[in-house]
């Protein structure tokens, strides 16, 4: 099972930046690990020990935000394509070659 957290908290003033950063690191100390900026992923061994983790979750929402918390096997995480981007380069202007006759 993977235990997946999705957030979006307000981070408008300082005390709401400090709430927001202190959610994320009580996620880390509980082994979530960030897969993207508002998305942390857990990888549990039964379903049990997923619930255990939501309950752990549920424990530290904040009091601001939306938070969801997800469930899926490992066998629809294992199916999910990822795409990279790729950045657009400028491509460097070529100098023009001087021709001595």
């Known amino acids: 099972m993977w235990v997946l957290v999705l957030f979006d908290l307000p981070t408008e003033t300082k005390k709401e ?28 061994a039964s379903a049990e020990n997923a619930s255990v983790h939501q309950k752990r979750v549920k424990s530290y929402l904040p009091d601001y935000g939306k938070v969801c918390i997800l469930n899926i096997t490992d066998k629809q995480f294992g199916d999910m394509e990822i795409f990279y981007g790729k950045r657009p380069t400028v491509t460097p202007k070529i100098g023009h070659q001087l021709e001595l006759f």
Request: some cysteine.
């Open 17 to 44: 930046r400090k709430i927001a950063a202190g959610f994320r690191k009580a996620l880390i100390q509980d082994g979530f690990t960030m897969f993207q900026y508002s998305i942390y992923i857990r990888h549990c």
